[in-house]
């Protein structure tokens, strides 16, 4: 178990060092990848990121640096970066919705109001469309 635990502290020490401690903003994970807010995305060796033991692909997405490392190698590695150093924990859904500009937010907003009453306008238009047919 202690050999495992070296395994992941390595792998934490490696990412941190290529993309420097002074660039992180913050951290967090999902079932497959570690996800990285980063300060500056373009000072990152993506190709020293993917040689580093278990590190199976790299790729930028939403304002996030994702490290993908695979189930259960992502959890071991989370918890040894985060015991090691101090990052801010932010939850994934605060990540995602502070990378997001004034326009993605509002639409995201007008999304999260309209989605739900969705079926009852297609239930509306239904029962409208019956009734002309009933009563013409």
């Known amino acids: 178990m202690g050999k495992d635990n070296n395994k992941y ?6 990412i941190v060092k290529v993309i420097g401690i002074e660039n992180i903003e913050s951290v967090t994970h999902c079932a497959t990848r570690l996800r990285l807010s980063v300060h500056d995305r373009e000072s990152i060796d993506d190709d020293a990121i993917e040689e580093i033991d278990e590190v199976k692909g790299v790729f930028y997405t939403g304002g996030q640096y994702q490290i993908i490392l695979g ?50 306008l297609g239930a509306t238009g239904l029962f409208l469309g019956l009734k002309g047919v009933v009563f013409n």
Request: glycine share 4%; no cysteine; hydrophobic share 40%.
């Open 9 to 14: 502290k390595n792998i934490s020490e490696q």
């Open 71 to 120: 189930t259960g190698i992502v959890n071991n590695v989370y918890d040894e970066m985060t015991n090691v150093h101090q990052f801010d924990e932010v939850s994934k859904e605060t990540m995602k919705n502070q990378n997001q500009g004034n326009i993605q937010r509002a639409i995201r907003l007008l999304a999260d109001v309209f989605i739900p009453i969705i079926p009852v």
